[in-house]
């Protein structure tokens, strides 16, 4: 069994800040990718960022220069940092971990978060 807890979100204004971070928990030792994907109302779930056990990295071409992704394996967090946010990053937010090492479909992903609402409007 495998728990996915996220923490972090919220409301901020275009050109501000925000953090995510998870913790995963139970049998932890078959993990392999963990990173974030989101998801508006109507529309599929879209990869933001995963990270491998190594430190292999995967960002969307949308979050690209504004966003970093980092992992403590000895505590099996991930951390989303969220810079220069846009209304368009308005979503709710689901952190992910998988066996697989980094794969870039939500299919692939086994543990999921509840999810976490982030707002970006003025």
């Known amino acids: 069994q495998v728990k996915v807890d996220e923490s972090g979100g919220g409301s901020v204004q275009p050109g501000g800040s925000l953090s995510l971070s998870c913790a995963v928990s139970?049998?932890?030792?078959?993990?392999?990718?963990m990173g974030w994907f989101r998801q508006v109302l109507g529309k599929e779930r879209e990869l933001v960022a995963v990270i491998s056990t190594g430190g292999t990295t995967e960002y969307s071409d949308s979050v690209k220069g504004r966003f970093t992704i980092s992992r403590d394996n000895a505590n099996n967090r991930v951390h989303l940092q969220m810079n220069s946010l846009k209304p368009e990053d308005t979503a709710v937010y689901y952190c992910v971990a998988s066996r697989f090492t980094i794969p870039l479909t939500p299919g692939r992903y086994e543990f999921w978060g509840q999810g976490t609402q982030v707002t970006v409007s003025s």
């Open positions: 139970g049998q932890t030792f078959s993990i392999g990718g």
